[in-house]
């Protein structure tokens, strides 16, 4: 069983920046697909960022060119990088991992963005 630890969350003003990370319990290479979900009250889970094995990137166009998604192999990590922040980024933050076998999700981290 993967176990994974999220953190990073927080309150944040407008315009601001935090960068999420996702730790794995093994090595974050032996997954074929990783990304970031959020979950805005009352509203349906909704992809971010998504960042496969081969390098191939997505974003969700309400976050594309203000975050980013990149893989931290030294600590089995994988990092959301989030700037220019905006009210509507508030939620909470999944990550979620895919390998052959199975797809595993972490707890959350909510990120409030208030000023």
């Known amino acids: 069983q993967v176990q994974l630890v999220e953190s990073g969350g927080g309150l944040v003003q407008p315009g601001g920046s935090l960068k999420l990370s996702c730790v794995a319990s093994?090595?974050?290479?032996?997954?074929?697909?990783m990304g970031w979900y959020r979950q805005a009250p009352g509203k349906e889970r909704e992809l971010v960022a998504r960042?496969?094995?081969?390098?191939?990137?997505n974003y969700a166009d309400s976050v594309r060119s203000r975050f980013s998604i990149s893989r931290n192999s030294a600590k089995n990590a994988v990092e959301l990088q989030m700037n220019s922040l905006r009210p509507e980024d508030t939620a909470d933050y999944y990550c979620?991992?895919?390998?052959?076998?199975?797809?595993?999700w972490g707890p959350g981290t909510q990120v409030t963005v208030s000023s």
């Open positions: 979620n991992l895919l390998d052959q076998w199975n797809e595993y």
């Open positions: 960042l496969s094995n081969t390098g191939a990137e």
């Open positions: 093994r090595s974050i290479f032996s997954f074929s697909r």
